[in-house]
């Protein structure tokens, strides 16, 4: 299977894709297909746009992503694109600072996070792909899907010409982005857009820590920093809620002197202000939604058309990939696909695997972001505190939950644990040495709050198959004999 377009998903393009001889598919984004493509399949990809992206997003990959990236055996795509390796982060917070290293002593020595410049990351997968005599890469945008008593039969699409195309095909699988128009009518949407990303680049500057992402509590929200070239450092500057101040009237560079740039560790403000005065500054929502797939003959959903997460943690792509993997393996002995029914029925076992994995990113991100905000609430403060404390401790107190941040070991349970081992420690450190009713009341509200940030976030994304997978009949699904 392909790689990912929900990294960058204000592209859209839809593809096909048909074993020999007979079968044919529409899959969106051909990155995901590749593996389809390696393996005999015939892919007709449609893609809006097919210049190289220019985009502020899916600029990080995890290590966890990375080994997926391995085991898809697409490594070579971060190659000769100035990618560069991410050890670790490292966290401010009001003059303090805290190194955090990936736990990577037990992988070879090439694995680690990369970032780079998305456009170049697409423009190496789109090249791969085309090497494939297999596949056909077409220009065009997908307007609808076509229905016939419940069955997805193939999609309608204009070309770049505006002539108006229909195809059909057995499978149909969809990964139109974050602003996919086309997901109605496979999932039932609940997005919510708690911020927006203000991004710049900075040039020719150095990190505080070489090789490693920053990350800023600042206020109100957190201020994201990773190298994207050799000579670039990207800066994603979180803005709560849905409205950002105004670049053409001068308040966005207004906002970003004034309240950013003093936050900034100060090796990095002068290069900051050049930034903002250079002027070329970009705005992102940022959107969550849990996965809450309609199963449709078909037709399959994916990638951030299918479910997100805050982009805090840089977790997209590793959660991408990994049900990449999971697809692949799952349709690996399917030879044929026209029973749509029954493959309908074999692929829910394919939202029910997922979920450990993509839980456990998606409920971190949404759990880490809440937590590392600014808040008037003494309880939120001093759990933010505690977290910034706990992590800092290093050993066994950053190696769990950085393992989990990593995608190294995306476990539920552990995230569980992991996260109210941080609360429980700030109530500790209220109460020692010299505890009060005043203070323990504190403690109760940290607890409290705690709670009230993790449980609807995971009760969004299911208990049941998050924590319990193997309880859930779908788990057991076997492939179809034909």
């Known amino acids: 299977m392909g790689f990912l377009h929900a990294l960058n998903p204000f592209v859209r393009f839809e593809s096909c894709w048909n074993p020999p001889l007979k079968n044919q598919s529409f899959l969106k984004q051909k990155n995901y297909l590749f593996q389809f493509l390696k393996e005999g399949r015939r892919v007709h990809v449609i893609e809006r746009d097919l210049t190289e992206p220019d985009r502020i997003v899916g600029e990080l990959l995890q290590p966890g992503g990375y080994l997926k990236l391995i085991e898809l055996g697409l490594e070579d795509c971060v190659r000769d694109i100035d990618a560069q390796r991410i050890f670790g982060y490292a966290l401010f917070n009001g003059g303090k600072d805290a190194r955090l290293s990936y736990p990577l002593e037990k992988f070879e020595s090439d694995v680690s996070g990369r970032s780079f410049h998305n456009g170049r990351f697409i423009q190496r997968m789109r090249e791969k792909a085309a090497t494939l005599s297999n596949v056909r890469l077409e220009q065009g945008t997908v307007t609808s899907l076509l229905e016939d008593e419940g069955t997805i039969k193939g999609v309608q699409y204009k070309t770049k010409n505006g002539e108006v195309i229909t195809a059909y095909a057995p499978l149909t699988i969809v990964c139109d982005g974050c602003f996919s128009n086309l997901r109605r009518s496979l999932c039932s949407p ?73 936050q900034l560790p100060h090796q990095l403000h002068d290069a900051f202000i050049a930034a903002v005065d250079k002027g070329n500054i970009r705005t992102m929502p940022n959107r969550s939604m849990p996965a809450n797939p309609h199963p449709t003959p078909g037709a399959l959903l994916l990638g951030d058309a299918f479910n997100m997460r805050h982009p805090l943690t840089g977790g997209g792509m590793t959660v991408a990939l990994s049900d990449i993997v999971l697809l692949r393996d799952l349709l690996r002995p399917i030879h044929d696909l026209n029973d749509a029914s029954t493959l309908c029925k074999y692929l829910e076992s394919f939202y029910t695997l997922r979920k450990p994995v993509a839980s456990t990113i998606n409920t971190l991100a949404g759990a880490l972001y809440k937590v590392f905000c600014a808040s008037p609430d003494p309880a939120r403060k001093e759990m933010r505190e505690a977290c910034f404390d706990y992590l800092s401790l290093g050993g066994v107190c950053s190696n769990g939950p950085v393992a989990l941040l990593s995608g190294l070991d995306p476990r539920p349970l552990s995230l569980f644990l992991q996260f109210f081992a941080v609360a429980i420690y700030g109530v500790g450190r209220l109460l020692l040495p010299y505890p009060s009713p005043q203070k323990l009341w504190l403690g109760l509200r940290l607890i409290h709050g705690a709670s009230g940030i993790i449980f609807p976030i995971i009760k969004a994304e299911g208990v049941r198959q998050m924590f319990f997978p193997a309880t859930v009949p779908a788990y057991y699904r076997a492939a179809p004999v034909h």
């Open 190 to 262: 609940q997005v919510d857009i708690p911020s927006s990303f203000v991004g710049l680049i900075l040039e020719n500057c150095d990190l505080p820590h070489a090789n490693h992402g920053h990350v800023v509590l600042a206020d109100p929200s957190p201020i994201l920093l990773y190298p994207i070239s050799s000579t670039e450092v990207r800066c994603l500057v979180d803005v709560p809620g849905q409205k950002v101040p105004s670049i053409a009237n001068g308040e966005m560079a207004n906002y970003l002197k004034t309240l950013v740039a003093p």
